[in-house]
T-cell receptor
Framework: QQQVKQSPQSLIVQKGGISIINCAYE??????FPWYQQFPGKGPALLIA?????SEKKEGRFTISFNKSAKQFSLHIMDSQPGDSATYFC????????????FGIGTKLQVIP | GAVVSQHPSWVICKSGTSVKIECRSL??????MFWYRQFPKQSLMLMAT?????????EQGVEKDKFLINHASLTLSTLTVTSAHPEDSSFYIC????????????????FGAGSRLTVL
């Protein structure tokens, strides 16, 4: 059972455009929603994260939008740059237990000049 | 910020041998570390959760006798792939959560750079 569904799996955006990646979750116990950026051959790096008590969080060119009732959240990358080309993973975790994080399938973003 | 180091970053071994991968938290204490496996162009699949001083908790379908995990101290966890076979070839990534009371939030995980295992 895929607990975190992510789309699209690949995305091509022109430089300066907006990249949008969507995720949906099923487990209502999730209360932590991070996004990770991964470059080839490297481990994931935390990009930005949100908790369900807010509907939006912005850090620089990166914005998370969160819809608790729909159990959906999305990442927007404004003014996308070639250096943003990477694989992005959404994830969801809960504060209980060992605080495991479940990852989405990933979106390979390519920003073309 | 918090740094997690993995070693080795790349290892090639013969079928039937065992390989140990280390995961170290360099500037913080990690009560909990997680081990993931990632196949090419796929997501990270959690293999197990290791807690300092206790046995690791393995995810369903992961052979605990195949993938031995030891969380020897608050800064070191090791994953040993025993009797490795070509199907064990993969990218193994660890992450660590800072002990409570640390600088990071309770759910902030720091990932290592990964270890690529190739079994011939």
């Amino acid at each position: 059972q895929q607990q975190v569904k992510q789309s699209p799996q690949s995305l091509i955006v022109q430089k300066g455009g907006i990249s949008i990646i969507n995720c949906a979750y099923e487990n209502t116990a999730f209360d932590y929603f991070p996004w990770y950026q991964q470059f080839p051959g490297k481990g994931p790096a935390l990009l930005i994260a949100i908790r369900p008590d807010v509907s939006e969080k912005k850090e620089g060119r990166f914005t998370i939008s969160f819809n608790k009732s729909a159990k959906q959240f999305s990442l927007h990358i404004m003014d996308s740059q070639p250096g943003d080309s990477a694989t992005y993973f959404c994830a969801a975790g809960d504060s209980g237990g060992y605080q495991k994080v479940t990852f989405g399938i990933g979106t390979k973003l390519q920003v073309i000049p | 910020g918090a740094v997690v180091s993995q070693h080795p970053s790349w290892v090639i071994c013969k079928s039937g041998t065992s390989v140990k991968i280390e995961c170290r938290s360099l500037d913080f204490q990690a009560t909990t570390m997680f081990w993931y496996r990632q196949f090419p162009k796929q997501s990270l699949m959690l293999m197990a959760t290791s807690n300092e001083g206790s046995k690791a908790t393995y995810e369903q379908g992961v052979e605990k006798d195949k993938f031995l995990i030891n969380h020897a101290s608050l800064t070191l966890s090791t994953l040993t792939v025993t009797s490795a076979h070509p199907e064990d070839s993969s990218f193994y990534i660890c992450s660590a959560r800072e002990a409570s009371g640390g600088r990071s939030g309770a759910n902030v995980l720091t990932f290592g750079a990964g270890s690529r295992l190739t079994v011939l």
